[in-house]
């Protein structure tokens, strides 16, 4: 009677270990100009700066000018600020203990002889952060609409075309990690409810719970399973979808 039921739909021990830091992440800054953070910087700048070549390349030309990239700490470890364009993205350094210790637990459950970091490293520095460049994307294509399951749906969709494109592997890899993930957690969506219907009428109530994450990985499981899988350029012609 309880698997409905916003709040319980994580295994325990799982939930708290592995998404703790999606409910409460310090907003913390890393070590100012250290060589490290400017070596962090400069790799994701390169991915940046591919994505928007990426883009030009299949024909469309972006009405913004690219992000600014601050490395922090932000909620769910990256976000997208429409009305500056700057993308917030987490930098290791900048992770309490308890954030890392989650990355090195979420590394012995994906047993794939990465370390925490590693682990942080595919999951924020190449997922999330070209995540977050599709809603740039949006933005500059103006489909910023309330529909949150659009909005989120869409960048998914195109993120995964992206890495499909241009790594085969790590899109294989981040498949597998989020079908590993979501299978140690229950589904929120209560019987009877269209999961984009509740996603919507709760957007407000679950940007800070782990029930976020089990749609964002959701997600991109059904992007994963279109037939056909649609081309990068049809993603980036429609941001938004459905
Ligand atoms: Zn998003």
């Not at 916003?6 to 250290?34: D, E, R, V």
């Not at 469309?60 to 600020?81: C, H, K, M, R, W």
């Not at 984009?196 to 719970?209: Q, S």
Request: hydrophobic share 35%.
């Amino acid at each position: 009677m309880f698997a409905n039921r916003l709040l319980s739909f994580c295994t325990a021990f799982l939930c708290a270990t592995l998404y703790g830091a999606q409910i409460a992440a310090p907003a913390t800054s890393p070590p100012k100009n250290s060589s490290s953070s400017e070596a962090q910087r400069a790799k994701l700048v390169a991915l940046q700066d591919d994505f928007i070549e990426t883009i030009k390349a299949n024909g469309f030309q972006p009405s913004l000018a690219a992000p600014t990239i601050v490395l922090d700490n932000p909620p769910s470890y990256g976000n997208y600020e429409d009305e500056s364009n700057v993308l917030h993205i987490a930098v290791w350094a900048a992770l309490s203990p308890e954030q890392q210790a989650r990355f090195a637990r979420l590394a012995g459950l994906l047993a794939e002889g990465k370390t925490g970091e590693e682990t942080f490293e595919d999951g924020v520095h190449h997922w999330v952060f070209i995540h977050e460049l599709s809603h740039w994307w949006q933005a500059c294509q103006h489909k910023t609409s309330d529909n949150h399951y659009s909005v989120e749906y869409g960048a998914n969709r195109i993120a995964a075309a992206y890495w499909r494109s241009k790594d085969p592997a790590f899109m294989g890899r981040t498949e597998k990690k989020m079908r590993t993930v979501i299978a140690t957690m229950t589904q929120p969506v209560p019987e009877g409810k269209s999961p984009e219907k509740y996603f919507n009428e709760n957007y407000e109530k679950l940007g800070p719970t782990p029930a976020y994450i089990w749609f964002q990985y959701s997600m991109v499981l059904k992007v994963q399973s279109e037939a056909p899988l649609p081309s990068l350029h049809q993603t980036l012609q429609q941001p938004t979808y459905p």
